[in-house]
């Protein structure tokens, strides 16, 4: 049972333009929502997160939107850089989860120069 | 701060032996996790714990065992070592107000 899922297993765009990430999940119960990027031979780290009480959350070139009633959420990274160039993990949690987190299986994402 | 580490960073195991992968982070974190990542697929919850001397499975447990002595270490031992084990681990910690943890650059495990 994925209740995270990442439906794009690739993703590649032309350094400058948008990169635009997608996540569904299926347990209503998650009310926080996470990305993570990952580098080859390097663990996962923290992008940007979004509560379940808003829905856009903007840091810089990354801008997460959440659409509760569709269960999705998106990554836009704009403009994009080959820098940007790695594996992107959606996760999610409930309030009964604590702080354990669900996955989706991830988006590598290849900005070309 | 060294953040999380984790040893060793690559290891081959025959089937039916075992190891302990270790996991230390000097942050002073409360909750530490363990993670496995399979090929084309999301990190699964191994098991995590919330505090020295406390610990719970997560979605993936069988197969192996943990125990959390000190605040700072998090040892993932595995027992009997299967094929099915091959996979990269990660360990990760966090503090309760923190959902966004800190993870290790991973011990990546093939048992043949």
């Known amino acids: 049972d994925q209740q995270v899922k990442q439906n794009s297993p690739s993703l590649s765009v032309q350094e400058g333009r948008i990169s635009i990430l997608n996540c569904d999940y299926t347990n209503s119960m998650f009310d926080y929502f996470l990305w993570y990027k990952k580098y080859p031979a390097e663990g996962p780290t923290f992008l940007i997160s979004?509560?379940?009480?808003?829905d856009k959350n903007e840091d810089g070139r990354f801008t997460v939107f959440l659409n509760k009633s569709a269960k999705h959420l998106s990554l836009h990274i704009v403009p994009s850089q080959p820098g940007d160039s790695a594996v992107y993990f959606c996760a999610a949690q409930s309030e009964t989860s604590g702080s354990r987190l669900t996955f989706g299986e991830g988006t590598q994402l290849t900005v070309n120069p | 701060n060294a953040g999380v580490t984790q040893t060793p960073k690559f290891r081959i195991l025959k089937i039916g032996q075992s190891m302990t992968l270790q996991c230390t982070q000097d942050?002073?974190?409360?909750?530490m996790y363990w993670y496995r990542q399979d090929p084309g697929m999301g990190l699964k919850l191994i098991y995590y714990?919330?505090?020295?001397?406390?610990?719970d499975k997560g979605e993936v447990p069988n197969g192996y065992n943990v125990s959390r002595s000190t605040t700072e270490d998090f040892p993932l031992r595995l027992e009997l070592a299967a094929p099915s084990q091959t996979s990269v681990y990660f360990c990760?910690?966090?503090?309760?107000?923190?959902?966004?943890?800190?993870f290790g650059p991973g011990t990546r495990l093939t048992v043949l």
């Open positions: 979004i509560s379940s009480i808003k």
């Open positions: 942050m002073n974190h409360n909750y």
């Open positions: 714990s919330v505090g020295a001397g406390i610990t």
């Open positions: 990760a910690s966090t503090t309760p107000k923190g959902p966004s943890g800190f």
